[in-house]
């Protein structure tokens, strides 16, 4: 029976995510980076759970400084297997085992990411809430504006 039971957690368990190693050849901004992966293979990687302000938004720049500063030209492992409608791989970046994606968004660089239902990593949004209270980063302006919604008008209309 034991085994019965063990087989079927093996069988139902969630599949492993896919992780890709590579080392950052360039920080688009504040929450997507260009990772080689190989000699001559790139990949650009959005990074999972967060949103930082955009390059022409207000810390956008100072998101992209943040991230620049601890992983740009440096080996980093990225865990995530899907990717978004710009077939960027959406993943959670690692250096020294540390936590790039929640770095940001302890820092007051990015918003834990709340848009579309997708799954909120509980992580994120009490490091998003302590970086709130303590008025660090993009939190130091009265009423930052989340980059989802600053995106909005510059979408055409349908």
């Not at 956008?60 to 440096?74: K, T």
């Not at 959406?90 to 990015?110: F, K, Q, S, Y």
């Not at 709340?114 to 130091?140: D, F, I, S």
Request: proline share 7%.
């Amino acid at each position: 029976m034991l085994r019965l039971i063990l087989l079927l957690l093996l069988i139902l368990a969630p599949a492993v995510q896919a992780t890709l190693t590579g080392r950052v050849v360039r920080v688009i901004d504040g929450d997507t980076v260009v990772v080689q992966t190989a000699p001559a293979t790139e990949v650009r990687i959005r990074l999972a759970g967060i949103d930082a302000p955009e390059n022409g938004q207000p810390f956008g720049q100072r998101a992209r400084q943040f991230l620049a500063s601890r992983i740009a030209g440096r080996g980093v492992e990225i865990s995530g297997d899907s990717r978004d409608r710009y077939d960027r791989i959406l993943g959670t970046v690692w250096a020294d085992g540390r936590d790039i994606n929640a770095e940001l968004v302890c820092g007051g660089m990015a918003w834990a990411y709340r848009v579309r239902n997708e799954a909120q990593n509980p992580v994120y949004l009490q490091c998003e809430n302590a970086a709130r209270e303590q008025k660090k980063g993009l939190w130091q302006a009265p009423s930052p504006v989340p980059p989802w919604q600053w995106r909005q008008p510059l979408r055409p209309s349908l």
